[in-house]
Structure formats: structure tokens, C-alpha cells
């Protein structure tokens, strides 16, 4: 029976990814060798636990009440694992981790990075992507999200604020007259973000709120690509402040109304209520939070 725990452990992870090619994804091996290993526990038990099709998988009979042990199983040796980290001197295991793409080169990076200095033996996978990924089907143990978060069937733990400002391009800007109002804005052309709302809401030095409906010929998902627009000089957008502070640098970009404020990011860490390393994502998140801030 030994030599077939890491067989077990397999098909629970075809169970619970729905598919032999998903779960192939995660495990890091080909979805033959995955099928392969599901069809060798099958004959050592001499019982079929799943049901094969071209489109999908289901449990048979004897593989629900098959799953429902390996899980078990498998909970209890992730809790074991959990209370040795917890126990150890030096925090060992893999986390996978997801976050915007547009954080590759913020704080938020920068801490991770400190992170892996301080604990060599906890090897990390950092996937930066604009599209919103799904903790439970894509694998991950930890999602850094920014934005206002809703979603409260996982545990979240606020890292900070992400602090935003209006820029355009030196030259677009210089076209045009200097605003006074963000009123004015709204015949000048914006360049849009895909995941944030047409309208922005500006916040006056005595508290009054202006919405601004922007016009956008161009839209696009990423911030990096807002970045390199507005240096192209064909409008006006809002950026993370330290994407903005590199183009000023550089004399590309001009800050427009910097008296009127707009509603900052927030930046959540988010993982399932039952996470596979508790001990080593409360680890994480805790530490990302004290740096960030």
C-alpha cells in the first residue's frame, strides 16, 4: 500500500481539478503519465474509480467512497506538515502565488523578494497576470488582488493601499490647456482600462466629489500597456503613483490636478478557507503585510 500513496494522492488531484490535463498542470507531469498512474491505482485496488469520457470524468460508486478517504488522508498529512512548519526554525515547503501584472515591478515584489532571502528553503511561483485567475481551479495558494474586494467565501488579509494619479503625455498635455476642473477632462481623450469602471470619481481639496465620464478610442488590460500609451502621447489615464513617478522622471508624463484625489487600490492577499500549507500562507500573507505597509 505504500507504494501507492503518491498514486492516491494523483487522483485526488484529477477529483478535484476536474481533468487529467488540469491536473497534470499543477502536478508538473504529461497527462498520459497522469492517466497512466489513476489506471495502475485502478488495477492494484481492482475497482474502476472514474468514469472516462472525451469531454470529462466523473467518480464511479467506488471512487466516491475511495475520494472521500484519500482526502481525508490527505488532509491530515498537509495538517501534519502544517504543525512541523509551524514547529521549525526555518519555514520549508512551495507556495504558488498570483498577482496583478502589473505589480512585477512594485513594493509588492520587492518584498517577496526579501521574503526569499530570509527563508531559502521555501521555494515560491509567482504567476503576474491582468486576468483574474480562480484559486481553486488554477491551482494557486495565495492571490494578491487590487481593487475593492468582494469575495467573501475566501480568507483575505488587507496588505495596504496603492495610491493612484492622473497623467498624460508631456506632449499631449502641452496641446492642450492646463485643467483646473476634472470637468474639463471629459473632451480630452482618456486611454481605458478594461477593469475599471468609464466613470472616475475625484475627491476636491474640501471634500466635494466630481464623477468624470472619460471618452476612450483606446482601451486595453494592462497597466503596463496604459504606461506605454500615454507615453505615445494619445491621452490622458490613471496610474499606480509609482508607475506615474517613472515617467515623470523621465520627462514623458505630466501630473494632472494633483490637488484633486482619487480613491486609492486597496491590496488584499487572498486564500482558501482551508489552505494546503496553512502555517507557510499565514506566513506569507503576515509577512507581506508588515513590509508593505
Known amino acids: 500500500m505504500i507504494d501507492h500513496l503518491r498514486h492516491m494522492a494523483v487522483f485526488a488531484r484529477v477529483v478535484d481539478a476536474g481533468s487529467f490535463r488540469a491536473a497534470a498542470r499543477e502536478i508538473g507531469l504529461s497527462p498520459s503519465r497522469v492517466s497512466e498512474t489513476v489506471s495502475d491505482l485502478e488495477t492494484y485496488l481492482g475497482a474502476t474509480l472514474l468514469y472516462r469520457t472525451t469531454r470529462k470524468i466523473a467518480l464511479t460508486s467506488e471512487g466516491r467512497v475511495f475520494h472521500a478517504r484519500v482526502t481525508e488522508m490527505l488532509r491530515s498529512a498537509e495538517t501534519g506538515l502544517n504543525e512541523l512548519n509551524a514547529l521549525s526554525l526555518e519555514p520549508a515547503g512551495a507556495l504558488r502565488i498570483s498577482a496583478p501584472a502589473f505589480m512585477a515591478s512594485s513594493g509588492i515584489s520587492t518584498a517577496i523578494a526579501e521574503f526569499i532571502r530570509l527563508h531559502p528553503h521555501v521555494a515560491l511561483s509567482v504567476s503576474f497576470t491582468d486576468y483574474r485567475v480562480d484559486l481553486m481551479e488554477d491551482g494557486f495558494d495565495v492571490n494578491i488582488r487590487a481593487g475593492w474586494l468582494q469575495d467573501s467565501s475566501m480568507m483575505s488579509r488587507k496588505l495596504g493601499d496603492m495610491e493612484r494619479v492622473l497623467v498624460a503625455g508631456a ?30 470619481e475625484f475627491l476636491s481639496p474640501d471634500g466635494g466629489r466630481v464623477k468624470v ?21 494619445l491621452g490622458v489615464t490613471i496610474l499606480p503613483s509609482y508607475l506615474a513617478a517613472r515617467g515623470e522622471a523621465t520627462g514623458g508624463f505630466v501630473r494632472l490636478l494633483p490637488e484633486w484625489g482619487l480613491r486609492p487600490l486597496g491590496l488584499h492577499a487572498v486564500w482558501p478557507d482551508q489552505s494546503r500549507r496553512e502555517s507557510l500562507t499565514l506566513l506569507f500573507v503576515r509577512f507581506l503585510a508588515e513590509r508593505y505597509r
Open 213 to 233: 465620464l472619460g471618452r476612450s478610442q483606446l482601451q486595453v488590460d494592462s497597466a503596463e500597456a496604459l504606461y506605454h500609451f500615454t507615453r505615445q502621447n
Open 171 to 200: 506632449e499631449y498635455a502641452a496641446s492642450r490647456p492646463r485643467p483646473e476642473h476634472p470637468s474639463e477632462l471629459e473632451d480630452w481623450d482618456w486611454i481605458g482600462f478594461a477593469h475599471r469602471p468609464d466613470a472616475e
